[in-house]
């Protein structure tokens, strides 16, 4: 059974740092392509950002991109978060996602298969 | 970036309808739309992919269609755990974008 558990959520000021850790267990972490997708208080869902297996390589959206930072430790099957220069508008639950693919002929379709429970990341002074 | 708009953001529906909601992309993106169901308080679920193709043990009442800039989600009998928030999810280009959301009520 797949789980996905996170950790590191709570109140923080604004401008301050903040790290969320997700550990994975029941599926091949170290071979799945994860993200971070948030969703504000009464709002819609915003991915956040990817990391690639292998390289490691991370894309972010652009709301986060230079303040937020994706990575990986496939040795211990955890996801982290690390987001420094916090505002109020971050303030969001925050999922992690292990990411699925389907390829077709020549195209790969890639989804959000599985996501975590949520941590409430608050940004408030 | 590319943006998805769904229509309407919400309806109301009785049990056993048949509902259907659409999503729109700013530009073609193929088949590459995803459908994600949402209860109060839970984590998005992954109900389509593709634009069509069903995940595994997602009830057959969910189909998905479209492809290019406007695809629909149909539920052919609007079950009581049918009632959430639909959303629709573009895997076509970076950075990944979702539609606003649908949300289904009971009337």
């Known amino acids: 059974e797949v789980h996905l558990v996170e950790s590191g959520g709570g109140l923080v000021k604004p401008g301050g740092p903040l790290r969320l850790s997700c550990g994975a267990s029941?599926?091949?972490?170290?071979?799945?392509?994860m993200s971070w997708v948030r969703q504000a208080p009464g709002k819609g869902l915003e991915w956040v950002g990817r990391?690639?297996?292998?390289?490691?390589?991370?894309d972010y959206a652009g709301s986060v991109n230079g303040r937020f930072t994706i990575s990986r430790d496939d040795s211990k099957n955890t996801l982290y978060l690390q987001m420094n220069s916090l505002k109020t508008e971050d303030t969001a639950v925050y999922y992690c996602?292990?990411?699925?693919?389907?390829?077709?002929?020549?195209?790969?379709?890639?989804?959000?298969?599985?996501w975590s429970q949520g941590t409430l990341v608050t940004v408030s002074s | 970036d590319l943006q998805m708009t769904q229509s309407p953001s919400s309806l109301s529906a009785s049990v056993g309808d048949r509902v259907t909601f659409t999503c729109r992309a700013s530009?073609?993106?193929?088949?590459?739309l995803n459908w994600y169901q949402q209860k109060p308080g839970k984590a998005p679920k992954l109900l389509i992919y593709?634009?069509?193709s069903l995940r595994s043990g997602v009830p057959s009442r969910f189909s998905g269609s479209g492809s290019g800039t406007d695809f629909t989600l149909t539920i052919s009998s609007l079950q009581p755990e049918d009632f959430a928030t639909y959303y629709c999810?573009?895997?076509?280009?970076?950075?990944?974008?979702f539609g606003g959301g649908t949300k289904v009520e009971i009337k």
């Open positions: 990391i690639k297996t292998k390289t490691g390589t991370a």
């Open positions: 530009q073609s993106i193929s088949n590459y």
């Open positions: 593709a634009a069509s």
């Open positions: 999810q573009q895997s076509y280009s970076t950075p990944v974008t």
């Open positions: 996602t292990a990411e699925g693919s389907y390829c077709r002929s020549t195209s790969c379709y890639v989804y959000f298969v599985y």
């Open positions: 029941g599926f091949d972490f170290s071979g799945t392509w």
